[in-house]
């Protein structure tokens, strides 16, 4: 167990699938000294008719969100009573992703843990339309997506996919390597070959990748390029029995790529585990 205290944020709209992520966050840091943050916002910035809104209306969405946020503390308390935990919450009228920045801001915030649909969610695609903002804007922490009614699973195997073209930062490599920490876990490098051999430029950063590494257990896997990537991504998570699949949201990256609006629809990319993304 880790002396230092980790904050985890957690946004809710108190669905299903964001109660998901919230027992697999409570069970990945069962060992660790946490405050965990239950975000909840009730922002109308959509509504067309906002300026028609009464005082009276919002006090009343604030009232309930207030109540919700109690009741889910209650009940992660009860349910998951563990002597290093404890809980805050937050209810604001802010837009969502602005909220979220802030509150990562103000409580130093380690990791933001979401579910990957909301209660209108849609089955189809495996990033909700929140999440795929909070990708989007969150630039100062990474953030894990949990996938809907997944079932916990000590994460021992980490996918991380790259394609050789960058220098990883420290700082980002770090979020992976905390992360790998919390179970002593294998970290998996996949790359997917688009040529025979790698240029000196990708050979150089798969060397400088494999010194950031070399303390931690790791593996390289080349896999050929036969089907999408988000395909390939996919069997490679059910070959390996990966538990994680982590990723550096960096311009022009994979991420970045797959989680514009229209991409996604084209993709439907549905990785079966938590997605674990890290900003640049």
Partial sequence: MTSEKLHILIPTDFSKNAWSATVYALNLYAEHHCTFYFLN?????????????TTRFLDSLTETSRTELSVLKDRATQLYSNP??????????????????????INTID??????????GVNKYFL???????????????????PDAYEFKAPKHIAFPTDFNRVYEPKELQALLNFADLYQAHIYILHINL?????????????????????HQHTFHWVEKSA?????????????????LAMVNYKHSFVERVIKEPVIKKIGFQPMVPFLVIPE
């Fill in 84 to 105: 290093n935990h404890e809980f805050e919450v937050i209810s604001t009228s802010e837009e969502i992703t602005l909220a979220i920045k802030r509150a990562v801001q």
């Fill in 41 to 53: 916002s009730i922002s109308l910035d959509h509504t067309d008719s906002r300026s028609y809104i």
């Fill in 228 to 244: 999408t990537k988000s395909d390939e991504i996919n069997e490679f998570i059910k070959d390996l029995k990966i538990d994680v």
């Fill in 195 to 215: 040529q025979s051999e790698l240029s000196e430029r990708q050979e150089s950063n798969r060397r400088a990748l494999q010194a950031h590494l070399v303390k």
């Fill in 111 to 120: 990791l933001v843990v979401t579910g990957t649909k909301g209660a209108t």
């Fill in 128 to 146: 909700g339309s929140n999440t795929v903002k909070v990708i989007q804007s969150l630039k100062s922490c990474p953030m894990l997506a949990v």
